[in-house]
């Protein structure tokens, strides 16, 4: 949209310029500035954020943090496109975008492919694309300026060695583990799987079973209902998000089986939204690693270095930590970097952003 005024503006001053040029002798472009109203009202910058949905409380604190940062009152004009998980509605919220010349396209992709047609067409229509927290896979990575978001495989490694070191050190000889996968094909889920699979190897866990709960509160209750009636023997769930762990959890308890230290079943998590991380301080998950939804800030950045003509980086991860409901593992360390665990207390909630 600016950029539609900006080419009318330069148009209008060229042929100003051009008058001038032929010896009209009136204002040059220069001094044309002098009849800039206001001296330089500055245009809003219009970003067209196509969203994943609304499937869980990360989402959701996701939503809120971009909405809070792409304010009118921070100079922007936000269109927010809630795509309720499916690929096509982003796709076609991107094409709508294009069609309404936005001035950045930002994209939360539900799944890491199929976006090469549609990231194409942006290309060619001059909008810059920033994808924000889950990862795209395409043949060319000049369809998008910038990512950044979380490293999903380091977050299921740091909870796998939290795992691994919680199991020795509370004598836990067998680990019979279920994975609620998150939606299948979205980054998160991918890295997440991948970091249990290769744990499972390397430590000998029997891993029970592996279904996707969709990231959803649900869909990871009617997972773990169906996965109980097996009656096979379970003594860890791994939930790939903080939803999928409280639908568990409903499930593990109308079983008549007991989470938490104490209990019949070790529940794990992803996140860390208000009410997870409320969750693990009171045991009923055990260990909580973290993933930062508070992107709103973090894309800001990017657009303002494109604003002012700079390079962004093309990939920018997030830190994160991990939490849990004792102190039994004070660190874990992968590939030579020690991650410090915290125990979680009130002063630990009350202090965090989200
Ligand atoms: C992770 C994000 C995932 C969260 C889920 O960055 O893509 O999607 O872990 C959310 O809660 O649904």
Request: aromatic share 6%; hydrophobic share 35%; proline share 1%.
């Amino acid at each position: 949209m600016r950029k539609k005024i900006l080419a009318t503006a330069l148009s209008l001053t060229m042929a100003a310029t051009l008058l001038v040029g032929c010896g009209g002798g009136g204002q040059d472009a220069s001094s044309d500035k002098s009849s800039d109203k206001g001296g330089g009202d500055k245009k809003e910058i219009v970003v067209g954020f196509s969203q994943v949905g609304a499937e869980s409380d990360w989402r959701t604190a996701n939503s809120e943090s971009m909405k809070s940062t792409f304010s009118k009152e921070n100079g922007y004009e936000l269109i927010f496109d809630d795509a309720q998980q499916k690929q096509e509605n982003q796709i076609t919220a991107i094409r709508n975008f294009i069609q309404q010349e936005v001035d950045y396209i930002i994209l939360a992709p539900v799944t890491e492919t199929g976006w090469d047609t549609v990231l194409k067409e942006a290309k060619d229509a001059d909008i810059p694309v920033i994808i924000v927290d889950r990862m795209v896979e395409v043949s060319d990575d000049s369809l998008y300026t910038a990512w950044v978001g979380s490293n999903f495989k380091l977050e299921g490694q740091k909870a796998c060695e939290w795992l691994k070191a919680y199991a020795e050190a509370k004598g836990i000889k067998e680990i019979n583990i279920v994975d609620i996968q998150g939606t299948i094909g979205a980054s998160a889920q991918i890295g997440r799987t991948e970091a249990l699979n290769d744990a499972v190897k390397a430590n000998g866990w029997n891993l029970v079973a592996q279904q996707t709960g969709e990231f959803t509160q649900a869909k990871g209750q009617e997972v773990m209902e169906s996965i109980l009636k097996k009656g096979d023997d379970i003594n860890v769930v791994y939930c790939e998000n903080d939803n999928e762990a409280f639908g568990a959890i409903d499930a593990i308890k109308a079983a008549g089986k007991k989470v938490g230290p104490d209990g019949d079943i070790l529940v794990m998590s992803f996140d860390t939204v208000k009410d997870g991380i409320t969750k693990t301080m009171e045991g009923e998950i055990i260990c909580n690693t973290e993933c930062n939804p508070l992107h709103g800030s973090r894309v800001e950045e990017i657009i303002k270095k494109l604003e002012d003509g700079g390079t962004p980086d093309k990939q920018a991860y997030v830190e994160e930590g991990i939490y849990a409901h004792s102190d039994d593992v004070a660190k874990v360390t992968i590939d030579g970097t020690d991650y410090e665990v915290t125990k979680v207390t009130q002063e630990v909630i009350d202090k965090r952003a989200y």
